[in-house]
């Protein structure tokens, strides 16, 4: 059973950062499937996008254009933890940000339909 549980939300003033943490187990991955591990987010009102994404096998990551340079994703192989680093932080980005993961191979994927398994997400809050 595939489990994700994020952490490391909460509120920051325009211009922070926050690092967000996604616990991850019974997750196992190939060359060939189960690609993709990623970040979304989505806000009262608003469809939930995809902010960034990692090509599990191989470490290559992938941006929403509106977070490149400001968010970095990583993972940590060895504590099963997918991270993200988010920095000079803005009020559009409040949301509630989830982590998730994918059964099938779609590397660089930021759709949200192409994921399988999801956490229960953690609320980011940015104060002008």
């Known amino acids: 059973q595939v489990q994700l549980v994020e952490s490391g939300g909460g509120s920051v003033q325009a211009g922070g950062s926050l690092r967000l943490s996604c616990a991850v187990s019974?997750?196992?991955?190939?060359?060939?499937?189960?690609?993709?591990m990623g970040w979304f987010r989505q806000a009262p009102g608003k469809e939930r996008e995809g902010v960034a994404s990692?090509?599990?096998?191989?470490?290559?990551?992938y941006y929403a254009d509106s977070v490149m340079g400001r968010y970095t994703i990583s993972r940590d192989r060895a504590k099963n933890i997918l991270d993200l680093q988010m920095n000079t932080l803005r009020p559009e980005n409040t949301a509630m940000y989830y982590c998730?993961?994918?059964?099938?191979?779609?590397?660089?994927?930021?759709?949200?339909?192409?994921?399988?398994?999801w956490g229960q997400g953690t609320q980011v809050t940015v104060s002008s």
């Open positions: 019974g997750y196992t991955y190939s060359a060939y499937s189960s690609c993709s």
């Open positions: 990692i090509w599990t096998a191989v470490g290559t990551t």
């Open positions: 998730a993961a994918e059964r099938g191979c779609h590397i660089g994927t930021l759709e949200p339909g192409n994921f399988d398994y």
